[in-house]
């Protein structure tokens, strides 16, 4: 069964320096991962996806992550913080009921990342 | 475009009381989901449609929890009888059907249920 760590609870950083976000997964075969981002009262959104095309992938707000097969891990970083990242990040693998391309979405628990001035 | 839509935004019942929540997809996606979030972890799937079929409800505890999209657009999600342990944020998501790997999941702002 697929399954995803989020190694990190709660992660604080300050303004400008870099975010890491930690990530391992558990899959039988080749996952296709995520990346959502949580604000307070407000849904949640894709910030990006990796489905076995390029390891090393990009996504909005300038947030990227990496697949790393050798290390089962999918982190998140971003360069430099903005006080606007402040939400909680869930790291997400697709579990593809029937083999088909309608894949469930797994969640991990969640990191909250604060974002100090 | 239009979010997805979801009312009411926040419940307050007792326990063994009945409750409904609403959700309208965005136009034009099949796929539609609900999710429990319960406070301090990630959202987990009760139930999938597909138009008005349903894909799986394998999670879902189907003793207490009903769902239905009879038209294949808007959908309701049922508690009755309502127990403590259904304190959460459900959450409904939308997705199209292409012939892609994976259909982005478009989530509404939830219905956050406290049960007393």
């Known amino acids: 069964a697929q399954s995803v760590t989020q190694l990190d609870s709660h992660v604080s950083v300050s303004e400008g320096t870099p975010v890491l976000l930690r990530c391992n997964y558990s899959?039988?075969?080749?996952?296709?991962l995520f990346w959502y981002v949580q604000h307070p009262n407000k849904g949640l959104q894709l910030l990006l996806k990796?489905?076995?095309?390029?390891?090393l992938v990009k996504g909005i707000n300038g947030f990227e992550a990496e697949f790393k097969k050798s290390e089962t891990s999918f982190h998140l970083t971003k360069p430099s913080a903005h006080m606007s990242d402040a939400a909680e990040y869930f790291c997400?693998?697709?579990?593809?009921?029937?083999?088909?391309?309608?894949?469930?979405?797994?969640f991990g628990k969640g990191t909250k990342l604060s974002v100090k001035p | 475009e239009a979010g997805v839509a979801q009312s009411p935004r926040y419940k307050i019942i007792e326990k063994r009381q009945s409750v409904a929540f609403w959700c309208n997809p965005i136009?034009?996606?099949?796929?539609l989901y609900w999710y429990q979030q319960i406070l301090g972890q990630g959202p987990k799937l009760l139930i999938q449609?597909?138009?008005?079929?349903?894909?799986?409800d394998s999670q879902l505890p189907k003793d207490r929890f009903s769902a239905e999209r009879l038209k294949g657009v808007d959908s309701t999600l049922k508690i009755q009888p309502a127990k403590l342990e259904d304190s959460a944020v459900y959450l409904c998501?939308?997705?199209?059907?292409?012939?892609?790997?994976?259909?982005?999941?478009?989530f509404g702002p939830g219905t956050r249920l406290t049960v007393l």
């Open positions: 998501a939308s997705s199209l059907i292409t012939g892609g790997p994976y259909n982005e999941q478009f």
């Open positions: 990796y489905t076995s095309a390029a390891t």
């Open positions: 899959s039988s075969y080749s996952p296709s």
């Open positions: 136009s034009g996606h099949a796929t």
């Open positions: 449609f597909q138009n008005n079929g349903v894909v799986d």
């Open positions: 997400v693998v697709s579990d593809r009921v029937g083999g088909g391309s309608q894949g469930n979405l797994i």
